[in-house]
Antibody, heavy 119, light 107 residues
Framework: QVQLQESGPGLVKPSETLSLTCTVSAGSINSHYWSWVRQPPGKGLEWIGYIYYSGSTNYSPSLKSRVTISIDTSKNQFSLRLSSVTTADTAVYYC?????????????WGQGALVTVSS | DIQMTQSPSTLSASVGDRVTITCRASQSISSWLAWYQQEPGKAPKFLIYKASSLESGVPSRFSGSGSGTEFTLTISSLQPDDFATYYCQQYNSNPLTFGGGTKVEIK
């Protein structure tokens, strides 16, 4: 059974860059599309973007100017960087696996990482 | 962007009730719709894809229907584990978007 685990700082200062890594285990990252989804406290889900093992990416237009998703196939990991954060970026960040293709639902999710933006 | 609207936002029901949640898309998404269940403090769980196909391991009391712009998720007989928040998601086109959620509460 594929498992995903997010890791990274839980506290980021405003205007700085949020960085998270997702480690994929019990499965190869060399297939499927891998996405980040976030959920502000008490609110709904927002797709951030995805990456394919080849390195091709697609980002949500609302975040595109600040987001970079990268992949390290040798480590079975993919990462999220979100620059110039504000308190509005406080959320639980989930890494997910797309079932097939880039435009796809998500069948596996990490447990989530709460990132708080605060000075 | 395709907007997804769920109703109701909150639903009160009892164990054994039949429950229906509606999800509407701002434009046609064919059958490219998924449903998720999220319990408090946990990651969403994938339930249904392509509007009506049940993910492996999901109890048969869950069912989905619809196409185009209107979709429903039905729980035929609500069980204690089903009290949670449910989200729909369209994957017809990028950006992928979710509905606002429907919280199913104990009556």
């Amino acid at each position: 059974q594929v498992q995903l685990q997010e890791s990274g700082p839980g506290l980021v200062k405003p205007s700085e860059t949020l960085s998270l890594t997702c480690t994929v285990s019990a499965g190869s990252i060399n297939s499927h599309y891998w996405s980040w989804v976030r959920q502000p406290p008490g609110k709904g889900l927002e797709w951030i973007g995805y990456i394919y093992y080849s390195g091709s990416t697609n980002y949500s237009p609302s975040l595109k100017s600040r987001v970079t998703i990268s992949i390290d196939t040798s480590k079975n990991q993919f990462s999220l960087r979100l620059s110039s954060v504000t308190t509005a970026d406080t959320a639980v960040y989930y890494c997910t696996r797309g079932t097939r293709g880039g435009t796809t639902p998500f069948d596996y999710w990490g447990q989530g990482a709460l990132v708080t933006v605060s000075s | 962007d395709i907007q997804m609207t769920q109703s109701p936002s909150t639903l009160s029901a009892s164990v054994g009730d039949r429950v229906t949640i509606t999800c509407r898309a701002s434009q046609s998404i064919s059958s490219w719709l998924a449903w998720y269940q999220q319990e408090p403090g946990k990651a969403p769980k994938f339930l249904i894809y392509k509007a009506s196909s049940l993910e492996s391991g999901v109890p048969s009391r869950f069912s989905g229907s619809g196409s185009g712009t209107e979709f429903t998720l039905t729980i035929s007989s609500l069980q204690p584990d089903d009290f949670a928040t449910y989200y729909c998601q369209q994957y017809n086109s990028n950006p992928l978007t979710f509905g606002g959620g429907t919280k199913v509460e104990i009556k």
